[in-house]
């Protein structure tokens, strides 16, 4: 795929960027991340407005017998000094992106089994409820599970990833594959 600017680099959204696949934007990232940034290739992933960039880092030696808690804070406390260490090469980098993709790139790395996001977006995103959707919301909002529709809402998202994350990952699988039939299919 041959890249181009994105002709609008201050304005992350006024025409859409190029379309590229997750491998083709693994790709771009192999190439463009510095030797050493992560101890191997980094996880993509993606939407319309957002790519997330995560990587694992090298582990913290602790003495053996060390508390889960202990794990825990170093792994943390190693992806903080990562985050300060790395912050202008990853700057370069996502410039670079968003200039090229027309996309906002966020980061994160693993330590371990420590994984923390850095920079995530929280996109807006609008819908129309009626009167029982609504109160639904509503009674996590008075239940104290959340402070407002949108946090519920969001909570709910959350809720059916995690506990659909299967019947999900095949609908994107399908979508995939509908993508390439369509992208095979006859010339028009």
């Known amino acids: 795929m041959r890249f181009e600017q994105h002709p609008h680099p201050h304005h992350l959204h006024p025409t ?32 319309r407005d957002e790519i ?11 003495e053996a017998g060390t508390g889960e808690a202990a794990q825990a804070t170093a792994r943390s406390a190693r992806i903080e000094r990562f985050r ?7 700057i370069a980098v996502a410039r670079d992106a968003e200039r090229l993709f027309g996309r906002t790139i ?19 995103v609008m819908t129309r409820l009626r009167l029982g959707d609504r109160k639904v919301l509503d009674t996590l909002i008075d239940a104290g599970v959340a402070r407002s529709r ?24 399908a979508l995939a594959q509908v993508e390439k039939v369509r992208d095979e299919g006859p010339a028009g």
């Open 16 to 47: 859409p960027a190029p379309e590229l696949t997750d491998e083709e934007l693994r790709g771009w990232f192999a190439g463009r991340l510095p030797d050493g940034l992560f101890a191997g290739p980094p996880e993509i992933t993606g939407d």
């Open 52 to 62: 997330l960039v995560v990587g694992e880092i090298p582990d913290v030696p602790l």
């Open 84 to 90: 300060a260490e790395t912050k202008e090469a990853r």
């Open 106 to 124: 966020s980061w994160g790395a693993r330590c371990g089994d420590v994984t923390q996001h850095f920079t995530t977006l929280g996109v807006p």
């Open 150 to 173: 949108s946090e519920a809402l969001a909570w709910c998202v959350r809720l059916v990833a995690r506990h659909q994350g299967d019947w999900i990952e095949s609908l994107r699988e």
